[in-house]
């Protein structure tokens, strides 16, 4: 039986999700609603993609009881909202990254996950890429020999573009929207373990956020980790695994990559063309987390081992680390 798809926010990721979506096959995946703020909204997405359903209120797909799972695609500030609602409601919930705003939203989301019962996961699509696999399979079986400092970046001049990353009433910053990104990936070589400890800095805007952030994590053992982020400058948005015996290079987009460096050889594996297109870059390696959550849900799990809560707990506390060191305080950690 496929697994049935209910869309929440009819903006840029839920339109590049529901193609990734439409690219597998009917038999694994429908998507059978869509929600919007506006139903006008929901009712053009639903057109664009030929779904049956169109709602103008975010609960009607809780209440939907053709649908297995939400997918949250609305702005990160309304994620802990929207989320435990149709939570509470008896959903499932595929939730984008970052999961929530600070680690006090994270807690709530988790424990009424576990209240629930029901499955959430943080859409850290990355994790789920054929690269990051190969990544963790060639750390364990010891080809660069004891990790010992991690390397991660992401940085691109995205000032122009998009208003709600650089202000503090959007709970904007560069940390949230993209840093996410290295950080999910230390955290996912340190095998999901706390740091010791977080030193960071970085730049505020006039809109009360970060635009750009170092950090330095050291963990356990000996083991550090460098990240750099920004919104003002186009960093090289690769990660460096360096260990006692070699390196470890996932090149840019390092945070949808297809291929792998390492000191056997180049791992390569390259995206489906689905024929589709798509907003965001790499967007058909949504894939890779659909069939996941589709796998967990058909053997009734209610999280990832991919992105497990305790991980996205650890990762939503670097994030607060990193982002209050560098001055961003949102009215909703108070
Ligand atoms: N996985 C990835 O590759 C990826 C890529 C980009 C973004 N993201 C994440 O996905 C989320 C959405 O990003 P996006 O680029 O898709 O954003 P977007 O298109 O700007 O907005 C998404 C939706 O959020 C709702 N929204 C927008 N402004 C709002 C406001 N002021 N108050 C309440 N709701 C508002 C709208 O929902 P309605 O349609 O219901 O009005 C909108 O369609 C973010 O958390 C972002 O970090 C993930």
């Given amino acids: 039986m496929a697994t049935r798809w209910g869309i929440i926010s009819a903006g840029k990721i839920s339109s590049d999700f529901v193609a990734a979506l439409k690219a597998l096959p009917t038999s694994e995946h429908r998507v059978v609603a869509v929600a919007a703020r506006s139903i006008d909204d929901a009712k053009k997405f639903a057109q664009t993609f030929g779904i049956e359903k169109a709602y103008g209120d975010y609960m009607d797909i809780a209440k939907d009881p053709n649908v297995d799972i939400a997918y949250i695609g609305a702005v990160h500030k309304q994620h ?18 970052p999961l929530c705003i600070n680690v006090k939203q994270t807690k709530e989301m988790i424990r009424v996950a576990k209240e ?10 990355s994790r789920f890429f054929p690269v990051y696999k190969e990544l963790e399979k060639r750390i364990k079986s010891g080809e660069i020999g004891e990790v010992m400092h991690v390397m991660a970046n992401f940085g691109k001049d995205v000032r122009n573009l998009l208003p709600r990353f650089l202000s503090n009433q959007t709970g904007g910053g560069v940390t949230l929207e993209i840093g996410v990104y290295p950080i999910q990936f230390v955290s996912y070589v340190m095998g999901g ?33 460098s990240i750099t982020a920004s919104f003002k400058s186009d960093l090289p948005c690769e990660a460096h695994v ?43 390696g949504l894939i890779y987390e659909a069939n996941e959550v589709r796998r967990c849900l058909k053997e009734g799990l209610l999280e990832s081992p991919g992105m497990p809560h305790s991980e996205s707990l650890t990762v939503a506390e670097i994030i607060e680390a990193i982002r209050t060191q560098s001055g961003t305080v949102f009215p909703e950690d108070k």
């Fill in 193 to 225: 373990e706390k740091p010791l400890k977080v030193i960071a800095g970085g730049h505020q805007n006039t809109g009360g956020v970060e635009d750009c952030i170092g950090a330095t994590l050291l963990y356990p053992n000996g083991k550090i980790a």
């Fill in 116 to 125: 629930q019962k029901v499955f959430m996961m943080e859409a850290v699509w």
């Fill in 80 to 97: 802990c909202k929207i989320g435990t609602a149709i939570m509470k409601g008896g959903k499932n919930i595929l939730c984008e990254k």
């Fill in 242 to 284: 360096v260990g006692s015996k070699g390196t470890l290079k996932v090149p840019n987009p390092m945070w949808c990559p297809e291929k792998l460096e390492s000191p056997s050889g180049t791992f390569t594996q390259l995206l489906p063309n689905t024929g589709h297109k798509f907003i965001y870059e790499n967007s058909q």
